[in-house]
């Protein structure tokens, strides 16, 4: 007997990996899940996962991707943040759906573009992936080559810049070269949950303000 999609049950926190997955399967999966699921889904050479998040992995993806456009307001930098949007690319055997991206340099690139084809289109500028109960697989984002993804774990901010098509950990942002990024965003991050988030994001603004 096949299983139908729709009887597998994955509970919050836990994912699912699959084997042997066509890139026509992967295809037709995601058009089953629809737009609207609560499952995030990554596919790269024949393995799929899928994976539904906890509510402490919501909240903290919210916060940062707040913070990182707080950030990039109070500098004056044009951005285009697209949430997580499936980006793929089938010469390269790979599909990957962030818990938050953003186009900075190549905003203009995408700038109010209703979708994005990575065969003519470049890749975020930044994606974000909160780790709290799996770890983010490099694989998938070197094969689309982002350049820069950050990865948090509940305790630590995480930057990786992508050299050589490869993943280097590094204290300093790309984006961000003159700002403490690993201990800012963590700092705040944990602020939001001691005063609640428009204490600490009025804050955050205000500390921004005071290093131009």
Known sequence: MQLALQQLIIPPGHQLLIK?????????????LGEQRSCR??????????MTPLPEHEAAKVIIGDLVKALLEEL?????SLGSTTFEKENMIAGVEPDDCFYIQNEAAVRNKD????????????????????????????????PELWRWNGKK???????????????????????PINEIIPD?????????????????????????
């Open 76 to 80: 004056d930098i044009e951005f285009w």
């Open 115 to 146: 979708r994005i084809d990575l065969e003519t289109d470049p890749v975020p500028d930044l994606a974000i992936e909160i780790d709290i109960t799996s770890r983010t697989r490099f694989n998938n984002y070197e094969a689309l080559g982002v």
């Open 41 to 50: 889904v990554s596919y790269s050479h024949g393995i799929m996962e899928i």
């Open 188 to 212: 705040y991050l944990n602020r939001s949950k001691t005063f609640g988030r428009n204490r600490t994001m009025k804050e955050f603004r205000a500390w921004i303000r005071r290093l131009k």
């Open 20 to 32: 042997d997955v066509s890139w026509q399967t992967y295809k037709r999966i995601l058009k089953e």
């Open 157 to 179: 901010l995480e930057i990786n810049l992508l050299i050589d098509n490869k993943y280097i950990e590094s204290d300093t942002s790309l984006i961000f070269p003159n700002l």
